[in-house]
């Protein structure tokens, strides 16, 4: 069956329900999502997961914690389960997913057969991974039986993306629940220089397989090019050849959104709170824009620079406006044009006067600093220092060994860490 390609405008429109996903890879990262109005989050637990080694997972005892605090909020949680598994992993994936379904995850995100029927069998939901790299309507009908989101590879342009989901519309397939099948895409974050995040650089070089999560980063190094004779090398200046710049779709956010997507995905288990925070917040704030007719350039350029401010590689739109290469970034590390300094603890917070206590460790503060407070409860707080007193009097600046008292928009609690941000 040949599936002919779908104008995007054809669509029915935009759905009802579009949710942002973001990353959870701290108890931190989680706050920020959840208060920056997430729809959805997911994380890993131990190994298993796509980001085992490049971040601190959080365990199976936390999932209880982890699904409270999202119901609380009326957040979808989803454990991600998508790394290759081999037999002697079996067990642990049963136990993890038995400890899923007891603490009330509401999906896993898996790429195995073993864990998509053992998944259902346990009663769990299931959703695809980009691993599986899903590219046609056929494979979204054979998935079907087992998952009602999918996450579509990264490699297709949204034309792809129209004529899938207008198949699915057409054709009706539905997942176990009964409802057509939603497609998800990746709207924000870093990109792998492999197909879907298939890449072996890591095990070929260091024995460590990215598809079990243990990946070292090859791609994101500089390289010399040196002749087979050795007489001459060349270091490839300006330019990480393997190290694509972070995608980002809020320019052409309307869209993905009528090309049928339902669920927009943030990348980022490895970063901090603060870019969880800003990308839903960015995104929410599209989504709204474009449902009022309000989806402006001055906005666009106004979000642009925001997901700027934070942990990036540059940016480009990947592959869904129809390019054929990728575009690499020409910085190692971050391109934010801001970053963090860290000062102190927070030693207390009182309700009544809305105002914390940190202790000056590092660096000082002084008013009109920027200022960003983190914590596993209070996620990422942001604001200005408008006012300081040190020993209950006003004062000017705060420097390392002062207590300092601030006023502040919202609740921090103890043990949260103060920074301030400074031009990168």
Not at 75 to 100: G, I, P
Request: net charge neutral; hydrophobic share 40%.
């Amino acid at each position: 069956m040949t599936i002919k390609h779908k104008n995007i405008a054809d669509g029915p429109g935009i759905a009802d329900d579009i949710q942002i996903m973001a990353p959870a890879g701290s108890m931190e990262s989680l706050a920020a999502a959840l208060k920056a109005g997430a729809d959805s989050v997911y994380f890993g637990v131990d190994k298993l997961n796509m980001r085992s080694r490049s971040r601190k997972n959080f365990t199976l005892g936390d999932l209880p914690e982890i699904s409270a605090k999202c119901r609380k909020f009326n957040v979808k949680s989803h454990l991600a389960l998508n790394t290759v598994l081999f037999d002697e992993d079996l067990s642990a994936m049963q136990r993890m997913v038995d400890a899923a379904a007891d603490a009330g995850i509401s999906a896993v995100i898996v790429s195995d057969p073993a864990v998509m029927q053992y998944a259902r069998d346990a009663g769990m939901a299931v959703h695809m991974s980009t691993q599986c790299n899903i590219t046609n309507t056929e494979a979204v009908r054979f998935y079907s039986r087992w998952a009602d989101v999918m996450v579509m590879a990264r490699e297709l342009t949204l034309e792809h993306v129209a004529g899938i989901a207008a198949e699915i519309r057409e054709q009706q397939i539905a997942g176990p629940s009964g409802q057509p099948v939603r497609l998800e895409v990746f709207a924000h974050g870093a990109l792998c220089m492999a197909v879907s995040g298939k890449c072996y650089l890591s095990l070929h070089t260091h024995n460590s397989s990215a598809n079990r999560g243990a990946c070292v980063q090859n791609c994101r190094r500089p390289y010399i090019v040196t002749d087979k004779k050795g007489e001459y090398e060349l270091e490839v200046d300006n330019e990480y050849i393997m190290s694509a710049k972070d995608l980002c779709t809020i320019p052409f956010l309307d869209k993905v959104l009528h090309a049928g997507v339902r669920v927009l995905k943030i990348e980022g288990r490895g970063r901090s709170a603060d870019y969880v925070r800003t990308t839903v917040t960015c995104y929410r704030e599209a989504i709204e824009a474009i449902r009022s007719g309000t989806f402006t350039p001055e906005k666009i350029a106004e979000w642009e620079n925001e997901l700027a401010s934070v942990y990036n590689r540059g940016f480009w739109d990947g592959y869904y406006l129809g390019r054929t290469i990728g575009e690499w970034s020409d910085v190692h590390g971050s391109k934010s044009k801001e970053r963090k300094i860290y000062i102190g603890p927070c030693q207390n917070y009182y309700r009544n006067a809305g105002v914390g206590v940190f202790k000056v460790e590092t660096d000082g503060i002084e008013k009109g600093d920027k200022i960003m407070i983190m914590g596993p409860t209070t996620g990422a707080l942001s604001t200005h220092v408008e006012e300081l007193r040190i020993d209950d009097q006003p004062a000017a600046k705060a420097v390392r060994g002062d207590l300092v008292t601030l006023p502040l928009p919202d609740k921090a609690r103890r043990a949260d860490k103060l920074y301030k941000i400074v031009p990168a």
